[in-house]
């Protein structure tokens, strides 16, 4: 199974909706998005005046470039198949592509908050959200679009496919030949690869000829550098662990003392 | 402050029981605590509470409210809507953001400064009510009830005006809904078929869609656009006629790119072609046309070569569109609009829409213009009471009207002119609930002047909008999410689809916080204390409701068991009513002195050097209200100027470079925006999204961001039929670093 | 281990400093309080801030009405927006009722408070102030400590910046130098206090 999103470019209007309708579900940051929409145009396409939108997320990527990037000692983990039961135990960092429904998630409790998987996806799908902290990383955890995966595995539709006002966005899974899905990607859906790269973003695009083009030519993004990424990751994996053993020896010196104090409290009471 | 002693110190020395003081009530209980979780947890999980209706704009979609203790944590569209189901747009997604917003109004307060330069002080509402209700009433018995004024907007509005116009007995009441948007269209439509035209257009079923400047898609309301996108994928042909190569032209077949002010030469040419080429509905023209002859003959010069000269576009494509009308007659969809107060030329243009789609036959058929049969529901107000004389400004000495086709109330401008001149009487009290005069109404000067002319001014708003800046007393409404009022009824909105109706009714989805408190409880108080009490309607705004839906034989107890939306077998709405008429030509029209069949009148072009300003929508705002709403305002956070790309490099200038502007009387854009150049708009005038450039010094965001279009309207135009005002008449040249920049001669 | 009358102290404290933040009225803006604030002032070495007070106070007609129009304008309705809403969701998450007010109601509960029936929203700064008061009074050190850090703390230095920012009156500049150089003190010294 391979979850995958739809945007039909023919019936969005560019309202918005499904990126505040995300803000909402998910409470995101007012300065942030898991998701966007951006208005392209009017220019011309050859001859034809064109404009369009780029309702943009997450492409939950066949290949994502994000995973091997992270930094996080891998742990066991163990995934359950929603449909069937199956279940299978994978050794996962922080973030990972799940082996049954092909959706990237993220370990927040995990997430040293060290921003490479952000800096290397070619779309900015990610952010580091700064309200999200703990004694791992005070500087906020990667978030992103989870494709509503909890929502989904509720039996719910994404937020934002279910306040889409025009049916615009449709949402299901692109391994099932028959569903609405796959039947856009046979009309010739197509996701935004970055130049150069190959990464199968599993949120594709339908649109008019020459809306498709404008699209393209305009929201094709570059490969990040993967060097930049790779060093900052590496010092993050070094300092942060590092860092977290220091603020845990403080911390639970403060913490034994509250306990003390605490017991201390109601032993009075009593 | 540098204190010089550490806490510690202090502690060790002072004793302070001088400074005691007593304790808040508290109540004890247990409970746990946990540390938040780091993922949030989706608000799906929360309880569900139905019944909301939005306002964020006047489309009022049908919500649910997901709630978290006593926080509501989003609002969604009501699955059990036919309207538009779980979908809500934007604004009704960023609710939260104004229900929740810290500068809303909390408390009544009154200005102890001076009027547009206020210092507001938190008063009780015993206080607040008694000073509007003395200050009105001395208005009302020294210069009679026509010296009080009511600016009104929005659902809450209706009950005040109702009681201002029918109990005390003013005329004067302006509404923005009416003469700064759609009362000409309202007007020009029921004196051609004797019905307000609504956007009720069967999209979904058309063959063709004409679209006159209207920007679906920047202009969002929800179950129109699901009709209008519904309408493409099943086919219809999409004509747009705009100078701006807009969100609904790029969705376009025909995009006419035409001259701004020259729509109704480009109708009048196609009524034309089609009346001479006989391809206009014989049949339908036959039995319910009235005055086709007139019609006929007074539009005869109207050639396709004359149009494309005074429209500036191709006399082939005006034969193209005229054509694709034909032959997609009758199941055509010839849009009325919504906000047409564009040029003073607009009554005419309105007439000739109503004209033209009787011309094709489409009316009451599938595809063309269907109104749909709503249920009924009651409509308890205040009663109409007995007044000496209406001293209505819009009649003159000789019992003539001034604007004969005036929307109910009274055009803004004889209200503003009176309150200036104090003649044919002064107007000394004024009401603004919901509206702000300041930024709707062109002539932002004008309107201070006669807001300081007053002696008394009164504001109700949820918001602390510009206009309140003027009131004596500002009074804190509670919002749509927190409150009873409105019954919204309806139909599925494919009419394809099984004929259904709905009845539904605003219910709270949240308590009200502060002080905040509804219209019915503001305006009794008011009626009390000016003597009205025996008249007052009811004691309550849920009684109100209770009383309204009565008459369709339910209670808020069985919409609540619905989960707040009642639906019942529809009715067929192609039925045509009884006693229909399309009357091409109007004798009543030609009585009051204006012509009798659709007819162009020009409008003055921009002076050499100037460009028109032309404005529109966002589909994240609805005129000021979403302002202030941190989510939308993030979402759009300014309003680029579209100016043309071979004009612009003309020009020198390029895509982001800030400017202003300087309007034809020399006033000059208090803030900046940037440029976007583009090839999708005209050379003869600029675009702007309207909402923006708020004068708000301690906003957090967004603060100067863009431009008020509005404070650019120094030229005030009026539609003569309707006294309505006419919005795009102003020209604008671009500023640079403070400097004019010319558009070369070449250009 | 502190001493039962310096934990007293503290409650007094940040109640006097919640009475402070109150819409001024007459029935509680009496000449007797200004008589405490002058000599707490006096005390702490502000001797200049209650000259200055003074001074405003001599030169107003009407002394109380100019504090609530202050008051109005910094933490109710400016024009056309407020200056600084005493509420921490505004702060940190540019909004009223927030999750953190959530949060923070669920720490008074789980220390034994909860809000009255026609209470303000449990972030304002003078619940926050109360509870502190309470915990105060308790002699919940940790309770107090852990309140400070967690949720008093974060927002209040933003506030407090821009009531000094806007503030034209001299009064609200001090009552919050006052809460500022309490709270602060009060998380300084907190944990050497509770050594024992």
């Given amino acids: 199974m391979q979850y995958g999103m739809i945007i039909d470019l023919e019936r969005c209007v560019g309202c918005h909706a499904c990126t505040i309708a995300c803000k909402a579900e998910w409470e995101v940051p007012v300065d942030f998005g898991r998701n966007w929409v951006y208005r392209m145009g009017p220019s011309l396409v050859g001859t034809e005046m064109a404009s369009t939108y780029y309702p943009g997320l997450c492409n939950h990527c066949e290949d994502p470039v994000c995973v091997p990037e992270c930094p996080a000692d891998a742990e066991e983990m163990t995934f359950t198949d929603a449909k069937t039961g199956k279940t299978a135990t994978v050794e996962v960092a922080a973030t990972w592509k799940d082996p049954f429904d092909g959706t990237v998630q993220i370990d927040k409790a995990r997430c040293l908050g060290c921003g490479a998987c952000a800096d290397v996806c070619p779309y900015n799908a990610r952010y580091i959200n700064p309200d999200l902290v703990d004694d791992v990383s005070d500087e906020g955890k990667a978030d992103k679009c989870t494709y509503c995966k909890p929502r989904v595995d509720a039996g719910l539709e994404p937020a934002c496919v279910q306040t889409c006002i025009t049916d615009a966005r449709i949402f299901g899974d692109l391994s099932d030949p028959d569903s609405a899905v796959s039947r856009y990607v046979k009309n010739g859906a197509v996701g935004i690869e970055p130049n150069g790269g190959e990464l199968g973003p599993n949120s594709r695009y339908y649109g008019k000829k020459k809306d498709m083009a404008l699209l393209m030519e305009t929201q094709t993004p570059e490969l990040a550098n993967l060097s930049h990424v790779r060093r900052r990751a590496m010092l993050a994996s070094l300092v942060k662990p590092a860092m977290k053993k220091a603020k845990n020896i403080g911390l639970l010196g403060v913490v034994g003392a509250v306990i003390a104090k605490g017991v201390m409290d109601s032993n009075k009471e009593e | 402050m540098a204190f010089n002693l550490t806490r510690r110190k202090f502690l060790q020395s002072a004793s302070l029981a001088a400074v005691a003081l007593p304790l808040s009530e508290v109540i004890a209980s247990e409970s746990g605590i946990q540390r938040s979780p780091l993922e949030t947890p989706g608000s799906f999980q929360d309880k569900t509470v139905v019944g909301g209706i939005c306002e964020m704009c006047f489309w009022r979609c049908q919500l649910t409210g997901k709630t978290r203790n006593d926080r509501l944590v989003k609002i969604e569209g009501n699955p059990k809507s036919i309207d538009n189901g779980t979908a809500i747009c934007a604004r009704g997604n960023a609710g939260i953001q104004l229900l929740y917003d810290p500068d809303r109004l909390k408390y009544p307060l009154k200005n102890v400064g001076e009027r547009g330069n206020p210092k507001w002080k938190r008063i009780s509402w015993d206080e607040a009510l008694k000073e509007c209700g003395t200050k009105l009433k001395e208005v009302e018995e020294k210069y009679g009830p026509q010296g009080i004024s009511v600016f009104p907007h929005g659902s809450t509005a209706k009950y005040p005006m109702h009681f201002f116009e029918r109990a005390v007995g003013t005329h004067n009441v302006s509404e923005a809904s009416f003469f700064q948007c759609r009362g000409i269209r309202d007007t020009a439509y029921v004196a051609t078929t004797g019905m307000p035209p609504g956007e009720f257009v069967d999209m979904p079923n058309s063959k063709a869609i004409l679209l006159i400047g209207s920007h679906l898609g920047e202009n969002v309301h929800v179950s129109h656009i699901k009709r209008y996108i519904k309408g493409l994928q099943n086919g219809a042909k999409l004509i747009v006629v705009d100078p701006r190569y807009s969100a609904s032209a790029a969705k376009s077949d025909i995009w006419v790119k035409i001259k701004p002010g020259t729509d109704t030469a480009f109708l009048l040419a196609i009524m034309n072609y089609l009346i001479t080429e006989k391809k206009y509905d014989q049949d339908f023209v036959e039995e319910y046309g009235y005055g086709f002859d007139e019609l006929a003959a007074g539009i005869k010069e109207w050639s396709f070569e004359k149009a494309a000269k005074e429209c500036d576009v191709p006399a082939a494509q005006i034969k193209e569109v005229a054509d694709l009308l034909a032959e997609s007659a009758p199941g055509v969809s010839i849009h009325p609009g919504r906000h047409v107060s564009w040029y003073g030329n607009d009554f005419q243009r309105q007439r000739s829409l109503a004209c033209l789609t009787g011309l094709l036959g489409a009316y009451f058929v599938k595809g063309g213009w269907v109104p749909g049969k709503n249920p009924k529901v009651g409509g308890v107000s205040w009663a109409k009471k007995e007044h000496e004389g209406e001293h209505n400004l819009n009649v003159d000495e000789d019992d003539e009207y001034l604007h004969p086709f005036s929307p109910p109330g009274t055009p803004t401008e004889l209200i503003r002119d009176a309150a200036l001149t104090g003649k044919p009487y002064p107007i000394k009290g004024c009401v603004i609930w919901g509206q702000n005069p300041i930024q709707t109404i062109p002539g932002q000067e004008k309107m201070k002047d006669v807001l300081r002319q007053m002696d008394f001014v009164m504001c109700v708003d949820v918001m602390p909008t510009d206009a309140t800046m003027w009131a004596d007393i500002l009074l804190p409404e509670v919002s749509y999410l927190e409150r009873y009022d409105y019954i919204k009824t309806g139909t599925q909105w494919n009419f394809a689809d099984k004929q259904q109706q709905y009845i539904s009714a605003r219910m709270p989805l949240v308590k009200p916080m502060f002080e905040r408190k509804d219209q019915v409880y503001i305006t009794n108080e008011i009626a009390r204390l000016m003597g009205y009490e025996k008249d007052i309607p009811v004691q309550t705004v849920e009684e109100m409701v209770e009383k309204n839906l009565e008459v369709a034989g339910l209670t808020l107890e069985q919409l609540r068991k619905e989960d707040g939306i009642h639906i019942r077998e529809g009715k067929n709405p192609y039925q045509m009513p009884e006693d229909f008429e399309v009357m091409f030509y109007n004798e009543d029209i030609e009585d009051a002195g204006f012509p009798g069949i659709p007819t162009y009148v020009t409008v003055e072009q921009p002076p050499k050097g100037f460009l028109r300003l032309l404005y529109g929508r966002v589909p994240v705002h609805t005129f000021n209200r979403s302002q202030n709403n941190i989510w939308l305002n993030k979402a759009m956070p300014d309003n680029p100027v579209w100016l043309n790309d071979a004009l612009a490099a003309k020009m020198g200038l390029k895509d982001g470079d800030v400017v202003g502007f300087v309007n034809q009387d020399g006033f000059k854009s208090r803030t900046t925006t940037t440029v976007k150049t583009t090839p999708g708009i005209r050379t003869d005038g600029v675009y702007m999204a309207h909402g923006y450039g708020s004068s708000n010094p301690l906003m957090s965001v967004g603060v100067d961001a863009g431009v008020d279009d509005t404070s650019l309207m120094t030229k005030i135009t009026v539609d003569p039929e309707t006294g309505a005002h006419g919005m795009r008449n102003n020209f604008v040249k671009i500023t640079k670093d403070g400097k004019v920049i010319e558009i070369p001669a070449s250009a | ?196």
């Fill in chain 3, 1 to 196: 281990m502190p001493s039962s009358l310096s934990t007293d102290h503290v409650s007094t404290l940040y109640r006097f400093c919640a009475q402070s933040m109150q819409y001024p009225e007459p029935n509680w803006f009496t000449a007797q309080y200004l008589t405490s604030l002058s000599t707490l002032l006096e005390t702490l070495g502000g001797k200049n801030e209650v000259r200055l007070l003074q001074k405003t106070f001599d030169a107003s007609l009407d002394p109380i009405e100019d504090l609530q129009v202050e008051h109005t304008r910094l933490f109710i309705n400016g024009v056309p927006h407020v200056a600084a809403p005493p509420y921490a969701s505004v702060y940190l998450e540019k909004t009223l009722k927030g999750k953190y007010s959530e949060e923070v109601l669920l720490f008074y509960q789980s220390h034994g408070y909860t809000m009255t029936e026609n209470a303000d929203l449990p972030d304002s700064l003078i619940h926050q102030l109360e509870f502190l008061s309470f915990v105060a009074e308790d002699q919940n050190r940790s309770a107090e400590e852990e309140f400070l850090k967690r949720f008093f703390l974060p927002w209040f230095s933003t506030f407090s910046a821009r009531v000094t920012k806007e503030a034209q009156h001299p009064f609200y500049q001090i009552i919050i130098s006052i809460i500022e150089f309490f709270t602060k003190e009060e998380e300084e010294y907190g944990v050497q206090l509770n050594e024992a």
